[in-house]
């Protein structure tokens, strides 16, 4: 009664119809699953010029502002019982629970962008963003965990950076040095590739592993359950980047 009375007072005080939070989240969910602009108005009854507006700001705002995620970061990497709970799904999906302790999947993506400019994002080097791949891109650093649910992500660093100096920059990797203790006594860690720096709570690959050893072994079920990652980046540019744009444009 008291939230029906509060969105009341909303519509009273405004000159056009309130949209609550709760509708412009239902929107702009609707439209990552691939729902027209044409058509979102008259599902949720607002202007059709209010659709993209509305979409941009949660994504911004909400869905993709830092502190939301920071606080997310918290609640799961301080949390034992959450990571005991991905790592035994991890365990599951190989041989009688070969990789045991493994809380998370981390790699990079190349998020291709326009070539940034000064006029419009403050860039004066736009090298920095230019990929080893041959676009403009931000080097997006991502962990999920066995269902390929994003559990944290990091967009600060320019494409031409290498994954390792991009993770190292984050808050997350100083908090896992920080914690690096716990994770030790608990046996959890986090499974990179080739292009992270081994750590006691990162492990990757070993290097020129021979065929059918023990190292090729485990490189084998580490590239087994680390593929959850690389499937998480394909799914959502196949799902999501006809509604974001084939390309991005990056805000500084």
Not at 100 to 116: E, F, M, N, T, Y
Request: glycine residues 8%; charged residues 20%; proline residues 2%.
């Amino acid at each position: 009664m008291l939230k029906s009375k509060s969105i009341y007072a909303a519509h009273e005080m405004t000159s056009g119809g309130y949209i609550c939070g709760e509708v412009k989240l239902a929107l702009t969910l609707r439209m990552l699953a691939g729902g027209s602009y044409l058509d979102l108005p008259l599902i949720f009854h607002c202007r059709d010029t209010y659709v993209t507006t509305i979409f941009h700001d949660v994504i911004r705002e909400w869905i993709c502002h830092d502190d939301v995620i920071s606080y997310l970061n918290e609640l799961y990497f301080k949390d034992i019982e959450a990571m005991k709970k991905t790592a035994a799904g991890f365990a599951q999906e190989t041989n009688n629970g070969v990789l045991s302790g493994c809380i998370g999947a981390l790699d990079g993506w190349l998020v291709k962008i326009r070539k940034p400019s000064f006029k419009k994002g403050g860039i004066k080097n736009a090298a920095g963003y230019f990929s080893h791949k041959g676009f403009y891109a931000i080097n997006c650093q991502v962990i999920v965990d066995h269902k390929k649910h994003i559990l944290w992500r990091s967009i600060k660093c320019r494409g031409a950076e290498h994954d390792s100096t991009a993770v190292k920059k984050t808050k997350l990797y100083q908090q896992l040095v920080e914690d690096c203790d716990i994770f030790i006594r608990n046996h959890l860690y986090i499974i990179g590739d080739s292009a992270y720096a081994l750590m006691a709570f990162l492990l990757k690959p070993f290097d020129n592993a021979a065929p059918y050893s023990d190292s090729d072994a485990f490189n084998f079920y580490l590239s087994s359950s680390r593929i959850k990652v690389e499937c998480c980046f394909g799914e959502v540019d196949a799902r999501f980047w006809n509604t974001l744009e084939a390309t991005c444009v990056y805000n500084g």
